[in-house]
Protein backbone atom coordinates (compact mmCIF):
# COMPACT_ATOMS: atom_id res chain seq x y z
CA UNK A 1 0.00 0.00 0.00
CA UNK A 2 1.56 3.37 -1.01
CA UNK A 3 1.10 6.46 1.06
CA UNK A 4 -0.61 9.66 -0.90
CA UNK A 5 -0.54 12.98 0.21
CA UNK A 6 -4.16 14.55 -0.18
CA UNK A 7 -5.62 18.15 -0.55
CA UNK A 8 -8.38 18.34 2.47
CA UNK A 9 -10.32 21.38 3.19
CA UNK A 10 -11.15 21.74 6.41
CA UNK A 11 -14.55 24.28 7.10
CA UNK A 12 -15.45 25.89 10.21
CA UNK A 13 -16.05 28.97 11.66
CA UNK A 14 -14.14 28.24 15.16
CA UNK A 15 -10.83 29.51 14.30
CA UNK A 16 -9.11 27.56 17.59
CA UNK A 17 -10.81 23.78 15.72
CA UNK A 18 -9.63 25.01 12.60
CA UNK A 19 -6.00 25.84 13.57
CA UNK A 20 -6.20 22.92 15.38
CA UNK A 21 -7.25 20.37 12.40
CA UNK A 22 -5.09 22.10 9.70
CA UNK A 23 -1.99 21.77 12.29
CA UNK A 24 -2.57 17.68 13.06
CA UNK A 25 -3.78 16.95 8.96
CA UNK A 26 -0.26 19.17 7.92
CA UNK A 27 1.95 16.94 10.13
CA UNK A 28 0.42 13.85 9.02
CA UNK A 29 2.07 15.93 5.32
CA UNK A 30 -1.15 16.29 3.46
CA UNK A 31 -2.11 20.03 2.06
CA UNK A 32 -4.90 21.79 3.87
CA UNK A 33 -6.84 24.87 2.77
CA UNK A 34 -8.72 25.95 5.91
CA UNK A 35 -12.02 28.47 5.46
CA UNK A 36 -14.44 30.15 8.15
CA UNK A 37 -16.60 30.68 5.34
CA UNK A 38 -18.48 28.06 4.23
CA UNK A 39 -19.66 29.35 0.91
CA UNK A 40 -16.47 30.78 0.04
CA UNK A 41 -15.30 27.18 0.40
CA UNK A 42 -18.08 25.73 -2.15
CA UNK A 43 -16.55 28.41 -4.81
CA UNK A 44 -12.99 27.41 -4.02
CA UNK A 45 -13.78 23.81 -4.42
CA UNK A 46 -14.35 24.62 -8.42
CA UNK A 47 -10.95 26.09 -8.48
CA UNK A 48 -9.31 23.64 -5.99
CA UNK A 49 -10.71 20.09 -6.25
CA UNK A 50 -10.04 18.29 -2.77
CA UNK A 51 -9.90 14.63 -2.39
CA UNK A 52 -11.82 15.46 0.86
CA UNK A 53 -13.07 17.80 2.95
CA UNK A 54 -13.72 18.14 7.37
CA UNK A 55 -16.92 20.18 7.82
CA UNK A 56 -18.55 21.66 11.04
CA UNK A 57 -21.91 20.25 10.72
CA UNK A 58 -23.30 23.04 12.78
CA UNK A 59 -21.75 26.08 11.23
CA UNK A 60 -23.97 28.85 10.47
CA UNK A 61 -25.29 29.23 6.87
CA UNK A 62 -24.44 25.99 5.12
CA UNK A 63 -25.47 22.64 6.41
CA UNK A 64 -23.62 19.38 5.88
CA UNK A 65 -26.12 17.86 3.40
CA UNK A 66 -26.23 21.80 1.47
CA UNK A 67 -22.20 21.15 1.62
CA UNK A 68 -22.27 17.26 -0.04
CA UNK A 69 -25.02 18.07 -2.73
CA UNK A 70 -23.25 21.31 -3.93
CA UNK A 71 -19.56 19.82 -3.77
CA UNK A 72 -20.91 16.85 -5.83
CA UNK A 73 -21.67 19.37 -8.16
CA UNK A 74 -17.90 20.40 -8.82
Known amino acids: MTWQRLRLFVIDDDDI???AQTALLEKAGH???GHV???EALSD???RVP???LVDVVMGGLDRKSTR????HT
Open 17 to 19: ALR
Open 31 to 33: EVV
Open 37 to 39: DAA
Open 45 to 47: MVR
Open 51 to 53: DGA
Open 69 to 72: LNSS
